[in-house]
């Protein structure tokens, strides 16, 4: 299967400044783009690339003043497949675990495992550990939160949301980490493109999609506490800790963002870049 997918961001800059973007698709996916995937400025702009330290591509963008506009557009190669699920798979104890693994088992930024780790061993301690104990906090987390993009705030931690009980998805994403790293599974924040290929479609905007990645026996296994349900088409931007590790944009001067447009379709013919 092949998808076609990218966005189209634009700032008003009110002075020359540094951008920093995360929003290329991620090292491990690269060898699956069939066209490329490159950061293109609508107004001359040095650009440039480095990776930070959870591996993921940053780029880095010199914006004049006054308006620019920052663009994408690729076709990727996908298996078509679901997310891959393993009941059988086992919690590593913490003394066996790869030292990769080892900082997504801390309190975070958005993550406050301090706060909230009675709270996850009495709803969870009696459950399975492994994949049915990640999969517990994903139907919690899922049920807990009511979805709507009215809702969002990017200030917003896993324990307000918890009490909150409303969201977007990295609320939701947040509070199932959160929970995850406080029975001792490692967990990771996750954002990418995640397009309406093998569901009911809809007409909401699209937009970038997040969900997060627990270490469980076998490796790094996907969830998504928003859909609790296997997905196809899932393309990984970047990952971390939680949101603030892989925030999409970051302006260093006072900017305002006049546009946000982002495409993740199936390719059944000529692709087109539309405002979704």
Not at 158 to 176: K, S
Not at 218 to 227: I, L, N, P, V, Y
Request: proline share 7%; net charge negative.
């Amino acid at each position: 299967m092949k998808i076609h997918a990218g966005y189209q961001i634009a700032f008003d800059c009110l002075q020359p400044m540094p951008i920093l973007l995360k929003l290329s698709v991620h090292p491990d996916r690269r060898g699956d783009l069939l066209s490329p995937d490159e950061v293109r400025a609508s107004v001359p702009a040095p650009i440039s690339q480095l990776t930070d330290e959870f591996g993921n591509l940053v780029t880095r963008v010199s914006a004049p003043a006054g308006q620019i506009v920052l663009s994408s557009r690729f076709i990727i190669e996908d298996s078509g497949e679901p997310d891959r699920q393993n009941w059988d798979a086992r919690q590593i104890p913490v003394e066996d675990l790869p030292a990769e693994a080892i900082p997504f088992l801390l309190a975070s930024r958005y993550c406050e495992t301090d706060l909230m780790s009675n709270l996850a061993w009495s709803l969870f301690g009696a459950t399975k550990p492994g994949w049915q104990r990640v999969q517990a906090i994903v139907d919690y987390a899922h049920q807990r939160i009511q979805f709507g993009y009215r809702h969002a705030r990017p200030t917003r931690t896993a324990l307000e949301g918890h009490q909150e009980q409303v969201g977007v998805c990295r609320d939701y994403a947040h509070l199932a980490v959160t929970l995850c790293r406080a029975m001792n599974i490692p967990a990771r924040y996750c954002n990418g493109y995640l397009g309406d290929i093998g569901v009911p479609y809809s007409d909401a905007p699209m937009d970038f999609s997040a969900w997060f990645e627990v270490y469980l026996e076998g490796g790094w296994h996907t969830f998504d506490a928003r859909h609790n349900a296997p997905r196809i088409g899932r393309i990984v931007i970047a990952r971390g800790r939680d949101a603030a590790d892989v925030a999409m944009t970051h302006t260093f001067g006072q900017a305002w963002l006049t546009e946000f447009k982002v495409i993740t379709d199936e390719v059944t013919d000529a692709p087109q870049m539309v405002a979704a």
